[in-house]
């Protein structure tokens, strides 16, 4: 589908100057479009079977009537809520059809050099609150213009595509293989790279080295088993791999700040 063939209607912005500053957890089904643009700060999603860690760059589409969910201790978004109709001109006769595709988006974009893309959303989302005379008809001139600069942006990174899905294949077999101990080695003979090469890109995209992540993955997954009943610490340890629990413990209150019992009684018991 063409941008040109499309009519926008846009039904809410947020952000501005002083940006729109998201903390803990959004979970939440939309009954139109959105576009987010992280600007600073980090957390994790979840979006159309989709999992992850998201940073300063990552660019969310957030598809109608599709569930998704983000939470971050803090990070500073650009948002634009649109519907959208695809309007076309043949001879003499108009048509309308309402949206019947998702567009060509991926759900988690992470974009690079992305100024042009935030300098147009900030232009956006300033001409929606300055509501000055006319202040629809350009703010949808800048959503068009915003759709251009990330389909620019995304086509300049193009020739990094294949790293990203590489590391896609990788953070998907670590969801598979949680419970299990896994090396660099293993995950680079996966995708057929070199450990080390593996390792810069998957850090590049990321933000974090593969051991960190893998060590991640496994204390969400411990969370989960606390909340379905599960609060032996050595049980817990062990189902995730570890044969050691002291060194589960310490790995877990590194990453969440207390220990494996200490979040058990905090998260499941209300003190």
């Known amino acids: 589908m063409n941008?040109?063939?499309l009519f926008f209607h846009i039904h809410y912005c947020n952000g501005g100057g002083s940006k729109l500053i998201l903390a803990k957890k959004l979970t939440r089904t939309l009954q139109h479009h959105a576009l987010i643009l992280v600007t600073s700060g980090t957390g994790t999603y979840d979006i159309a079977d989709k999992v992850g860690t998201f940073r300063e760059g990552t660019l969310f589409y957030m598809p109608a009537n599709v569930s998704h969910s983000i939470e971050t201790s803090g990070a500073s978004l650009f948002t634009v809520h649109f519907s959208y109709a695809r309007v076309g001109f043949s001879d003499t006769a108009w048509t309308i059809q309402p949206e019947q595709d998702l567009l060509a988006f991926?759900?988690?974009m992470a974009l690079q050099d992305y100024y042009a893309v935030s300098e147009t959303f900030?232009?956006?989302?300033?001409s929606w609150h300055?509501?000055?005379?006319?202040y629809e008809f350009v703010a949808k001139t800048f959503l068009q213009q915003l759709f251009l600069a990330i389909n620019q942006n995304l086509?300049?990174?193009?020739?990094?595509?294949?790293a990203r899905l590489k590391v896609e294949k990788v953070i998907a077999y670590m969801r598979r293989h949680v419970q299990q101990n896994i090396t660099l080695t293993e995950l680079a003979n996966l995708v057929q790279l070199s450990p080390t090469?593996?390792?810069?890109?998957?850090k590049e995209t990321?933000?974090?080295s593969?051991?960190?992540f893998f060590n991640k993955m496994k204390v969400d997954y411990a969370k989960e088993l606390m909340m379905n009943g599960m609060k032996k610490v050595k049980d817990i340890a062990g189902q995730l791999g570890f044969s050691d629990e002291f060194y589960f413990s310490r790995l877990f209150k590194q990453l969440e700040g207390v220990s494996p019992t200490e979040y058990y009684h905090r998260n499941i018991h209300g003190f």
């Open 3 to 5: 941008i040109h063939e």
């Open 106 to 108: 991926s759900p988690v």
């Open 122 to 126: 900030e232009k956006l989302v300033t």
């Open 130 to 134: 300055a509501k000055l005379p006319g």
């Open 155 to 162: 086509r300049a990174q193009h020739k990094n595509d294949g």
């Open 197 to 202: 090469y593996l390792s810069r890109i998957f």
């Open 206 to 208: 990321t933000g974090y």
């Open 210 to 212: 593969v051991i960190a």
